[in-house]
C-alpha cells in the first residue's frame, strides 16, 4: 500500500512513518501541512492518506479542508483523519459525499498498531473506519432513538461495530461470537429501523449512518 | 561638604542649567503654547459673549427710562439657563477636543443630556400656549438636572481666571522676542544725525514693575537681557498654566467620576474575561502539542514495541523493542517535563507558602543574580498574591531578555495598605510600555484590580518598575 501521511508533529510523524514500513507499507511522502499534502496526494497518488486536522498556518481545520478537496479530487485515495480530538460536525461532513473511502479516528487509536492498520487498509480499500467515539457520538446524537430503543444490547453493540466500518467477519472475532449470528443479528437490526439490506461493508456503514444523522 | 559632594552638586546644578536653556525649545512647547492661546481666546470670548448678549437684550427691551432694562435682563437670564448647559457642552467639547489635540490629554464625553421631555397634546391656540409652557418647563428642568452640563458651565467660569493666567504665559513669549529683538533693529531706525535727540522708547516687561526706557544702543542690551529672561521663563509658566487646565478639564469636562469609574470597570472586566478565554486557548494549544501529542507519541511507540515482541513466534527482535521503549521512555519523560511546566505556568505550587516564599523560588532561578527583599506583615489575598507574582515573573524574564543588567533587585513591600512589588535592574533601561506589549500586559493585569505600574527606564538606564496593588482584590 502506498500512503502520504500528513502531520505536523515532527515526532508522530516519525512514528507513523515507522509503522507503515514496519508493516511493508510504502510511505511516498510525510508533510506538515494541508497545501503540502494537496500537491503531494496529486504528484503520487497514493493508495490512502493519513491526515492530522490541525495542522500550520491556522492550527484549526486545515487538515479536514484538504482532506475534503482530495476527497473530491482524486477519490481513488482513501483519507484516514487523525485527531486528538472527535468533532461530530468533522465526522458528518467526511462522510455527506457518501462514497466511502474514509476515515475518522482519534490519534490514541495508533496505539493498537494491528487495528489502526487494520482500519488505514480498509479505508484504502474504499470502506471506513470511524473511531467508537465518532459512533458512540453520533448514536447519542440521533434523534430517531425511538427506533434504537427496539433494539436489544447485542443488536445495538453490533451496530456500532457496523458503523465503525468493520466486516460481519471483523464484528464476529470483536464480539466472541459466530459469523451466522452476526449475519443474524444485522438482518435484525436492519428490519427494526428500516434499512434495506445492502452488499458491501461500506454502503451498510452509510445506510447506518445515515439513518443516524436523520 | 566634600569633593565628591560639591562635584556632585556642581553637576546638579549644570544639569539644571542644561535643562533650563532647553526647556523654550522642547518638542512639546509650540503644542502647549498654541493650546494657552485659543484655550485663553475661548475662555474669555464666551464669557464676553455671554454678558455682551444679556446686556444687549436689557438694552433693547423696553422699561422704565433707565438705560438697561430689568425686564430684559430677566429675560436674558431664562434664555441663559435655558442655553447654558448647551452651550457649555459645546464649548466644553471644543476645549476637549483641543486638549486632546495639542496636549494629549484624551478625556472621553461625559454622557449625552437627559433627553427632553414631551409636552402634552392640546387642542387649539390654548393649547399651543400650554404645550409652549410645558416646553418650557420641561427644558428648564432638564437643564438644571443636566449634571455633566453644569460641570462644563462651572469649568467655563473657573476658565475666566486661567485665561487670564494663560494669557499672561503668552505675554511672556511675546514681550520676550519683541525684547530680544531690540538691538537687531536699533540701529537701522535709531541712526539719527548726532546732536538730534529722539524720545526713549518703551520696553514692557512682563514683570509687576512694568517697562522701562531704552534710549542709546546700549541701553539695548538690557531689553535683550530682560526678553531672554522672558523667553526662559515662559516654557514654564506656559506649562504650569497648561498643568492647571489639566485636572479641570479631566474633573469637569470628563463624564464624572462615576461615570468614568463605570466606564473603567466595564473596560477591566472586558480585558478579564478576555484574559481568561485567551489563557484557556493557550492551555488548550500547550496541551494539544506539547503532552498529548508526547503520549500519543508514546502510545505508538510502545504498540510498535508489543508487535514486535508478540509476532515473531520464535526469537524477538530485541535490538529493535529497546530502541522503541527507549523512546518511549524518552518520551515519558518529556510528557511529564512538559506537563509539570504547564502546571506550574498556571499556578506556582510555591505561592501556597506565600508571595515571598514564591518569589525565593523565582529568584533562585534566575541567571542574573538577584537580590531579594520581601517585608509583608499582612498577607495578600490569593489573586493578589498571584498577579504580584507573574508581574515579578515577568518584569524579571523582561530584565533577563533586554537588560543586560548585573544585578536585579526585586523589593515586596507594604506601603499605606498597598502591596508594592518593585524590580529594579541596573542594566541598559529604555525599557517602553508602548512598544513592548509585555508592559502593557502587566498594566492591564494591575489595572483589573485598581492596582497600577509605575515605570522609570531612561536610555541608558537603569530600570526600575513598581507595581501597586491593592491587599485584598
Known amino acids: 500500500m502506498r500512503v502520504v501521511i500528513a502531520e505536523d508533529a515532527a515526532l508522530l510523524r516519525e512514528g507513523l512513518i515507522r509503522l507503515l514500513e514496519d508493516r511493508g507499507h510504502r510511505v511516498c511522502a510525510a508533510v506538515a501541512d494541508g497545501e503540502a499534502l494537496r500537491a503531494a496526494v496529486a504528484e503520487h497518488r497514493p493508495d490512502a492518506a493519513v491526515v492530522d486536522i490541525r495542522m500550520p498556518p491556522t492550527h484549526t481545520d486545515e487538515g479536514l479542508r484538504a482532506a475534503l478537496d482530495l476527497r473530491r479530487d482524486h477519490p481513488e485515495t482513501g483519507v484516514l483523519i487523525l485527531s486528538q480530538y472527535i468533532e461530530t460536525r468533522y465526522a458528518a461532513r467526511l462522510l455527506e459525499g457518501g462514497a466511502g473511502g474514509v476515515g475518522y479516528l482519534l490519534k490514541e487509536r495508533v496505539a493498537d498498531v494491528a487495528e489502526f492498520a487494520d482500519g488505514l487498509a480498509r479505508v484504502a480499500a474504499g470502506g471506513t473506519a470511524l473511531d467508537p467515539e465518532v459512533v458512540a457520538q453520533l448514536l447519542r446524537a440521533s434523534r430517531r432513538a425511538d427506533g434504537l430503543a427496539a433494539l436489544t444490547p447485542r443488536e445495538r453493540d453490533v451496530l456500532a461495530r457496523m458503523a465503525e466500518g468493520r466486516s460481519n467477519a471483523g464484528i464476529a472475532a470483536g464480539l466472541h461470537i459466530s459469523g451466522g449470528s452476526v449475519e443474524k443479528h444485522v438482518a435484525s437490526i436492519f428490519g427494526k429501523l428500516g434499512l434495506p439490506p445492502s452488499e458491501g461493508d461500506n454502503r451498510r456503514v452509510l445506510a447506518v449512518l445515515r439513518y443516524l444523522r436523520s | ?473
Request: hydrophobic share 50%; aromatic share 4%; with cysteine.
Open chain 2, 1 to 473: 561638604m566634600d569633593v565628591t559632594g560639591t562635584a556632585t552638586a556642581g553637576a546638579a546644578v549644570r544639569a539644571g542649567i542644561r535643562a533650563a536653556v532647553r526647556a523654550p525649545f522642547a518638542s512639546r512647547v509650540p503644542a502647549e503654547v498654541l493650546y494657552a492661546a485659543v484655550a485663553a481666546l475661548l475662555g474669555l470670548a464666551v464669557p464676553c459673549a455671554v454678558l455682551g448678549f444679556a446686556l444687549a437684550l436689557g438694552m433693547v427691551t423696553p422699561g422704565h427710562g433707565e438705560n438697561v432694562s430689568i425686564y430684559g435682563l430677566v429675560i436674558a437670564g431664562v434664555v441663559l439657563v435655558l442655553a447654558a448647559t448647551r452651550l457649555a457642552r459645546g464649548v466644553g467639547a471644543v476645549h476637549r477636543a483641543l486638549a486632546r489635540r495639542l496636549l494629549g490629554e484624551d478625556v472621553r464625553a461625559p454622557a449625552g443630556p437627559p433627553a427632553a421631555a414631551r409636552g402634552g397634546r392640546g387642542a387649539g391656540a390654548r393649547g399651543a400656549v400650554t404645550r409652549l409652557v410645558a416646553r418650557l418647563v420641561a427644558g428648564l428642568r432638564d437643564g438644571l438636572r443636566d449634571g455633566p452640563g453644569w460641570r462644563a458651565a462651572a469649568y467655563l467660569g473657573l476658565k475666566i481666571p486661567l485665561a487670564l493666567v494663560q494669557s499672561y504665559a503668552l505675554t511672556c513669549w511675546i514681550t520676550g522676542l519683541v525684547n530680544v529683538s531690540y538691538p537687531f533693529w536699533w540701529r537701522l531706525f535709531r541712526n539719527h544725525a548726532p546732536g538730534v535727540r529722539l524720545d526713549p522708547v518703551l520696553v514692557f516687561t512682563t514683570l509687576p514693575v512694568g517697562w522701562f526706557h531704552v534710549a542709546t544702543y546700549a541701553g539695548t542690551f538690557a531689553a535683550f537681557a530682560v526678553g531672554a529672561a522672558a523667553l526662559l521663563a515662559a516654557p514654564w509658566v506656559t506649562r504650569a498654566a497648561v498643568a492647571i487646565d489639566r485636572p479641570l478639564i479631566r474633573g469637569l469636562l470628563g463624564p464624572g467620576r462615576l461615570a468614568q469609574r463605570v466606564h473603567d470597570l466595564e473596560l477591566t472586566r472586558a480585558r478579564a474575561v478576555d484574559d481568561s478565554a485567551a489563557l484557556l486557548r493557550q492551555v488548550e494549544r500547550d496541551l494539544h502539542d506539547g503532552a498529548q501529542m508526547r503520549l500519543a507519541a508514546l502510545a505508538l511507540h510502545l504498540g510498535l514495541a508489543k508487535e514486535k515482541l508478540g509476532h515473531a513466534a520464535g526469537a524477538p527482535d530485541l535490538a529493535g523493542v529497546r530502541e522503541l521503549v527507549d523512546a518511549a521512555h524518552r518520551g515519558a519523560k518529556d510528557a511529564l517535563a512538559e506537563l509539570r511546566d504547564l502546571a506550574r505556568g498556571l499556578h506556582p505550587p510555591a505561592l501556597d507558602n506565600g508571595l515571598s516564599d514564591a518569589l525565593a523560588t523565582l529568584a533562585a532561578g534566575s541567571a542574573i543574580p538577584v537580590e531579594l527583599v520581601s517585608d509583608v506583615p499582612v498577607r495578600p489575598s490569593p489573586a493578589i498574591e498571584t498577579i504580584a507574582y507573574f508581574c515579578a515573573a515577568e518584569l524579571l524574564a523582561n530584565a533577563a531578555k533586554h537588560s543586560h543588567a548585573d544585578r536585579i533587585a526585586i523589593r515586596a513591600t507594604e506601603q499605606d495598605g498597598l502591596l508594592v512589588v518593585t524590580v529594579a535592574d541596573d542594566g541598559v533601561g529604555g525599557a517602553d510600555p508602548a512598544r513592548g506589549s509585555g508592559l502593557r500586559g502587566l498594566a492591564a493585569r494591575a489595572s483589573m484590580v485598581d492596582g497600577r505600574i509605575d515605570i522609570s527606564s531612561p536610555p541608558g538606564g537603569p530600570t526600575r518598575v513598581a507595581v501597586a496593588l491593592p491587599l485584598r482584590a
